[in-house]
């Protein structure tokens, strides 16, 4: 029964998505490409924090890594947009393996500070760097050229052309990080975060895991760099700035990292809210971290932990303590 | 393959001034239930810990199966055959008792990196956490959080997961310590039985006695840093020095 009703609200919700595609404004239709790709920017960031129990604050290097490939292949190579984001995307996961390298020899806080020095790296490499990368102006005049498959072209230099790439690079994002959480890699990151000693005595590499995770995650923000991207046609040396790492913390927060529909939500929440405040007033994060305090202290594990508790204690007056099933 | 399961040459270790291992010499044979008894201090621990590579070695070589182990990191030397279960509670808190044993016989299948195979597909794979389960009498708990069983059960599970990776050698650090009386028959039985199957040779560390002598073939007494007993029960037992050392402490106190 349970089963069923989450088959409708999928599908529900997958149809809305198609339904703003062509029904949606222009307005609309932006903001729902920018919640996407900050959906999957989190989903793959998640693996890292909810999933193995590690916070970065360098991520934001990894997608203006995946931005910059895909601006600087479009730029000097060729404007093919799929040639340009595996570019983008073997830019940040050569990054991330980089980084990673040395940044998984340490745990907690060294790791989080670690990822923060790497990511300010990037930052002031992009911003110094002028001949290469723009500098302050970023890479300007990347052009959405059609997708050209060999037998077919897709052109997606118009808006809701480009939502529907979009939304199925979010498609395909969820469908891999969905695999990857139930697969047995995905049940030894959770044992990496539970309990790192008991995995090495479980006869498994916690580094090579914990450097596969953040790989894994640093490509997904690859590909979320590259998409942002061509949304705007430009880079920003800002998006490679350690508060952009902040993003895909916060929406995992507010979705609730140890769910799988928590960076999604989060994602929609995040940037709708945004939006809204913004019209009414200058300082929007003032109210938004008021937001993000009540959602934090009032609803445990996020929204959407909070609210399957919530629907759970419901049914069953007397929570399970967790005792035998 | 006439090389001795463990042989430990020369080892050593000290803490600042407290040497916690000098020169020690010894050979495990396979199939041979050993426990390594000792007062407080006698460095125990850190002698488990040196063998399963948690703390390295100031001096002297670790033999497993006639390879030189000693720089060895831990998972592989698991890999290899030789782990160990902890005196503290160590397993995965906010996994199920499935899950929690799945994780080391993923590893040991050589599943572990799968990266998009449903783990339900694993059918193997799920027979053999079952039967871990079986034989340390958790599977009725299979779907249970462990952090919510009760103290003895998590070291059940502990126990199982050590067993998980099927080593050839497994070193039980105070095995049954904080179990009640069924449990620790239950666990002592498992021990027996699994020794005698002879697939896998248990050296276990001990502070009870009662235990001790009941079960090993072969006991070792360590005291500050040395090896002072070898033998038969019978022979520690009857040995002035240990009774020195060890049992007349005991029976003192």
């Known amino acids: ?325 | 393959m006439n090389a001795p399961l463990l042989e430990i040459r020369g080892l050593s270790k000290a803490f600042g001034r407290v040497v916690t291992a000098s020169n020690i010499n010894l050979t495990i044979a396979s199939g041979v239930l050993t426990s390594i008894i000792g007062p407080n201090g006698a460095g125990k621990s850190t002698l488990i810990n040196m063998l399963s590579g948690s703390l390295p070695v100031d001096s002297g070589q670790i033999l497993f199966q006639g390879t030189d182990i000693t720089r060895l990191p831990i998972h592989r030397r698991v890999r290899m055959g030789l782990c160990r279960s902890f005196q503290v509670v160590n397993i995965f808190p906010d996994l199920t008792v499935f899950d929690n044993v799945q994780i080391p016989v993923l590893a040991v299948r050589r599943r572990a990196r799968r990266l998009f195979r449903p783990l339900a597909r694993e059918a193997g794979v799920r027979e053999e956490v079952s039967q871990v389960l079986d034989r340390v009498g958790l599977a009725a708990q299979a779907q249970t959080v462990a952090s919510a069983l009760s103290h003895g059960d998590q070291r059940l599970l502990e126990v199982g997961l050590a067993l998980a990776v099927r080593p050839r050698l497994l070193f039980l650090d105070e095995p049954t310590a904080g179990m009640n009386p069924v449990e620790r028959v239950r666990v002592l039985e498992n021990i027996r039985g699994l020794s005698a199957e002879g697939k896998t040779t248990f050296v276990i560390v001990e502070h009870d006695m009662d235990i001790v002598f009941s079960l090993s073939e072969r006991v070792i007494v360590l005291h500050h840093g040395e090896i002072i007993g070898d033998g038969t029960t019978r022979e520690i037992q009857s040995s002035p020095k240990v009774r020195e050392v060890y049992l007349g402490e005991e029976v003192a106190a």
Not at chain 1, 217 to 233: D, H, M, V, Y
Not at chain 1, 247 to 270: D, M, N
């Open chain 1, 1 to 325: 029964m349970k089963r069923f009703w989450i088959y409708v609200s999928i599908a529900l919700i997958l149809a809305g998505l198609v339904a703003i595609g062509f029904f949606g404004g222009r307005f609309v239709v932006y903001l729902s490409m920018r919640v996407l790709i900050l959906s999957i920017f989190a989903l793959g960031y998640n693996l890292l924090l909810g999933r193995t129990g590690l916070l970065s604050f360098g991520h934001a290097a990894f997608y203006a890594g995946g931005a910059y490939g895909l601006g600087l292949f479009s730029i000097h190579v060729a404007t093919n947009p799929l040639l340009g984001i595996i570019a983008g995307v073997a830019l940040a996961c050569m990054m991330a393996l980089i980084i990673g390298f040395f940044c998984v020899r340490h745990t907690e806080i060294y790791f989080a500070m670690l990822t923060l020095a790497f990511g300010m790296m990037v930052f002031s490499l992009i911003w110094n760097l002028r001949d290469v990368t723009g500098g302050d102006d970023g890479l300007v005049g990347i052009v959405r050229a059609p997708i050209s498959l060999g037998i077919a072209t897709i052109p997606i230099s118009k808006a809701t052309h480009y939502y529907f790439f979009v939304l199925f690079c979010f498609l395909l994002t969820v469908a891999l990080v969905y695999r990857i959480r139930r697969s047995p890699f995905g049940l030894v990151l959770a044992g990496v975060r539970e309990n790192d000693r008991r995995v090495e005595f479980a006869g498994l590499s916690v580094r090579n895991y914990r450097l596969a995770a953040f790989v894994i995650s640093g490509s997904f923000a690859g590909l979320a760099g590259t998409l942002g991207a061509l949304l705007e046609s430009n880079t920003n040396p800002f998006s490679a700035h350690w508060s952009h790492s902040a993003e895909p913390i916060l929406v995992s927060l507010i979705g609730g990292i140890q769910t799988f529909a928590g960076p999604i939500v989060g994602s929609a929440l995040f940037i709708v809210l945004r939006e809204v405040i913004e019209r009414f007033t200058q300082n929007w994060m003032l109210w938004f971290g008021l937001i993000l305090l009540a959602i934090i202290m009032g609803l445990r594990g996020g929204v959407v932990g909070g609210l399957a508790q919530l629907f759970r204690s419901e049914k069953c007056p007397a929570p399970p303590s967790g005792g035998a099933r």
